[in-house]
Each structure stands twice: as structure tokens, then as C-alpha cells.
């Protein structure tokens, strides 16, 4: 049987897109999202597939975790692949899914972990761009690494150009490295 994926997001969700394309090794069964007008979720929407929202505004950390978990868990997943998810999850919440948790990252770790990826490896000169899947732990961007793809930084390179590059490599890399490790 098809091991269970629930992907959190909080945007446009092409990455979200790309994994569902390719699932053959394994089975979307929720799409869920902090934003309930997230464009991801619009479209997993459209395509049939079960979504769950909740806003964490105006609600303990906690509780907004606990309906996240209780959604994921009734929908049977068995992985959960953040995609997009602007959110840092708790201690508590990376503990209940330990190993269980894989995020892509826009820069070739441990190289720029956090934000604005792009713009620092601009600015640092780097010849070489990239995305890296690893798994989530309660480090920020500090997992095991799974799997990377390099893509070129070109002279007259903007962060958004660069990050335009990145993303198609991030969309053949991801399913990729989540059919590999639904398999392990
Ligand atoms: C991607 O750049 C991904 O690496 C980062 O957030 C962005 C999500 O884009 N974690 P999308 O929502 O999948 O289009």
C-alpha cells in the first residue's frame, strides 16, 4: 500500500503542485495550510483533493498545532512534506513526528539557512545556486540532508531570476526525493 503524504503550505504551492503530479510512490491524502485563501490550496481544491485550513490567529500556538495534528492523523499520514510552510513548527510538534517531517529549502545546505536565500548567495559571489531536501528537526533548516540540485548563478542575476532557476530545480528534486524516502 501507498505510504500516506500530508503537505503543509502557506502559498501559491508549486512545489505542493509538483509533488502531486508525480505521486505514484505515494498517496497526498490532505493538503493543508495556515492561510485558508492560500492560492495552493484553491488548487488542491479544484483537483479533488481533501484540504483542511486553520488560521492560527487569535489562538494559543498550541491549539492551532493540535487541530493541525488531529487533521493529519485523521486523514491517516503517514509523512508530512512542507512545502512553502512559513511557520515554525514547536519542539513538541517536531517530537510527535520525528523523522517523519521533510521540508525544501531554497539554497544548498548548510549554506543560507533561513530567509532570503538567494540574495545572499548573490551577494557572496557564489558560482552556484541550489535547493536541498532534508528532514525537519527542531533546528531550523539543520536535518539530514536527502537530496540537492545545483543550478548555475549567472552574470546580471537577480534574487527573483535566481529564484525563478532554483524553483524548476525544486519541482524535479522534491517528488524525487520524496518517492526515495517514502521508500526507506
Ligand atoms: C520555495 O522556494 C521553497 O523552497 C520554500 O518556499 C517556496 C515555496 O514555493 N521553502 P511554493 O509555494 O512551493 O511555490
Redesign the pocket.
Known amino acids: 500500500m501507498s505510504v500516506k503524504v500530508g503537505i503543509l503550505?502557506s502559498?501559491?504551492?508549486?512545489?505542493?503542485m509538483a509533488l502531486v503530479e508525480a505521486a505514484r510512490d505515494y498517496d497526498i491524502a490532505l493538503v493543508a495550510s495556515d492561510k485558508p485563501d492560500a492560492a495552493?490550496i484553491a488548487w488542491a481544491r479544484e483537483r479533488g483533493l481533501a484540504t483542511f485550513t486553520q488560521s492560527p490567529k487569535g489562538i494559543p500556538k498550541a491549539e492551532y498545532e493540535a487541530a493541525i495534528h488531529a487533521a493529519l492523523v485523521e486523514a491517516g499520514v503517514e509523512i508530512i512534506a512542507l512545502?512553502?510552510y512559513m511557520r515554525l513548527l514547536s519542539e513538541a510538534f517536531v517530537a510527535r513526528w520525528a523523522g517523519r517531517i521533510i521540508?525544501?529549502?531554497?539554497s544548498l545546505l548548510p549554506k543560507y539557512k533561513g530567509l532570503d536565500t538567494h540574495a545572499r548567495a548573490i551577494e557572496a559571489g557564489d558560482a552556484v545556486a541550489g535547493?536541498s531536501v532534508h528532514i525537519v528537526t527542531e533546528e531550523l533548516d539543520g536535518g539530514e540532508v536527502l537530496g540537492q540540485a545545483e543550478v548555475p548563478i549567472v552574470p546580471g542575476d537577480t534574487p527573483d531570476s535566481l529564484?525563478a532557476r532554483v524553483?524548476e530545480a525544486?519541482h524535479r528534486l522534491y517528488p524525487h526525493v520524496l518517492a526515495e524516502f517514502v521508500r526507506r
Do not use: D, K
Not at 11 to 16: A, D, Q
Open positions: 503550505l502559498g501559491r504551492g508549486s512545489n505542493m495552493g512545502a512553502g521540508n525544501i529549502h531554497p535547493c529564484a524553483l525544486e
